[in-house]
């Protein structure tokens, strides 16, 4: 009986040509992964499957790159969609071979692959921006995150993907707040992290099967240069903050201050970032029982105190085993 100790998960494919597999029900998965991670945009799914033979013809003729794949998860209350995306690889050998694997992305994947030019009048918020991109692309947008108003964007040749984390970033700098850009079926969602209302738990003795620490200086900033509107032969540099550079170097960010703005407040800003960021950063690996109602941005209560690991964190990175039943979860 599925239920969160025990998660059961289908896949399911759809042919461009109408045809659909349940390849759970045709009982050929033989590894099946989910990873979400922000620095790959998309998620992606690996699926091996044996290749078994439908009316004469195997599945690694029947299904091919541009098919659609859909993932279900079932913990005890019927089942639910968990990934929706295009098949982009298949690997195989010959048409003969006992297995194929197939590699599947979201659909951010077309984002993460286009390009375009982009520009962008002064005074446009985030939020527009995105819809802007989102409208042209036929994508619906649901946005929940906070915006600002940017600068004029010259004309800048970027992938669609890069163009909305350029502008999502630009916020961040100056909201102090990690976002969400994710997908759900065809919708883009935008959001702060940490928005869940139920927050699962992770805990020693119950659910945890191992726990890794690594130190890092990924992401590491110890000094934060101000400039002020650009002029037409410079940008005049306003001010710099300082944190920690004796031990770690410098390692320099850029924010702007636009002319409305005092410097002050930017100062401030400047300031709070290092305190966060001019250090050695933490990250948890931790293995667990799989909970696919878990996703990246989310409040995850950890009890792990054998690693110093305990309270409410924030889900980084997660990728679900759902053959093995187990996750691998990053915390921030």
């Given amino acids: 009986m599925p239920s969160l100790g025990n998660p059961l998960y289908k896949a399911v494919v759809k042919t461009t040509s109408g045809q659909e597999y349940d390849l759970y029900k045709l009982k050929v998965i033989l590894d099946l992964t989910i990873s979400d991670d922000p620095d790959s945009l998309a998620k992606e799914v690996s699926l091996t499957v044996m290749n078994a033979a439908k009316n004469g013809v195997t599945l690694a003729t029947l299904i091919q790159p541009s098919d ?19 098949i982009w690889d298949r690997d195989r050998v010959t048409d003969t071979e006992k297995k194929v694997t197939f590699t599947a992305y979201d659909y951010l994947i077309y984002m993460m692959k286009s390009q375009d030019y982009f520009y962008y009048k002064k005074g446009l918020s985030t939020k527009e921006i995105v819809k802007r991109i989102c409208t042209a692309w036929k994508l619906k947008l649901k946005y929940s995150y906070g915006s ?64 890794e620490i690594k130190e890092t200086m990924d992401d590491i900033v110890t ?41 002050s407040k930017i100062k401030k800003q400047a300031q709070k970032k290092l305190k966060s960021s001019a250090k050695v950063k933490y990250e948890y690996i931790v293995t667990a029982i799989s909970n696919p109602k878990i996703k990246r941005g989310d409040t995850v209560y950890v009890g792990c105190g054998t690693a110093g690991l305990k309270g409410n964190k924030t889900v980084k990175s997660i990728t679900h085993d759902c053959v093995a039943g187990t996750m691998d979860v990053v915390f921030y």
């Avoid at 279900?72 to 968990?82: K, L, Q, R």
């Fill in 68 to 86: 659609r794949l859909y993932i279900y998860a079932n913990v005890g209350h019927g089942d639910f969609e968990v990934f929706r995306g295009v």
């Fill in 148 to 211: 600002i108003k940017n600068k004029r964007i010259k004309p800048v040749q970027k992938n669609i993907g890069d163009m909305i984390v350029y502008v999502l970033n630009k916020a961040k700098s100056k909201l102090s707040s990690r976002y969400i850009f994710t997908i759900e079926g065809t919708t883009v969602i935008v959001k702060y992290a940490n928005t869940n209302t139920t927050i699962y738990k992770i805990e020693e003795g119950k659910n945890v099967i191992s726990i």
């Fill in 223 to 263: 000094k934060i240069k101000i400039y002020g509107e650009a002029k037409k032969k410079s940008i005049p540099k306003l001010a710099s903050v300082f944190k920690n550079t004796s031990k770690f170097g410098t390692i320099q960010e850029v924010m702007d201050k636009d002319k409305k703005e005092k410097l």
